[in-house]
Nanobody, 123 residues
């Protein structure tokens, strides 16, 4: 199982980025995906997640209405579309996978992690 994130960049506040998370060694039929982020000096926090059971999606309050998680099964890739970015969104973003039908907000529930991609939002 391997996860590879990309798409991180330096953007101005109000801008957009799309982060792909390319998966190999498994399919999204069996694994749930979570997007997490970690800013310097802060704990890793859940941003968005998607269940394998029925594709239900979830967002932390601070990103609702701005971020969208989606799955492209043909490419075995999960995306995090981030719009209206704010300086407080600055962090390293990680995707993670857990075997099962239902995702979780807790990082320790996840079995596999990507290497992370840096997102920096300037004011």
């Amino acid at each position: 199982v391997q996860l590879v994130e990309s798409g991180g960049d330096l953007v101005q506040a109000g801008g957009s980025l799309r982060l792909p998370c390319a998966a190999s060694g498994f399919t999204f039929d069996d694994y749930c995906i979570g997007w997490f982020r970690q800013a310097p000096g802060k704990e890793r926090e859940g941003v968005s997640r998607i269940d394998s059971s029925d594709g239900s999606t979830y967002y932390t309050d601070s990103v609702k209405g701005r971020f969208t998680i989606s799955v492209d099964n043909a490419k075995n890739t999960v995306y995090l579309q981030m719009n209206s970015l704010k300086p407080e969104d600055t962090a390293v973003y990680y995707c993670a996978a857990v075997l099962g039908r239902f995702s979780s907000w807790y990082p320790y529930d996840y079995d596999y992690w990507g290497q992370g991609t840096q997102v920096t939002v300037s004011s």
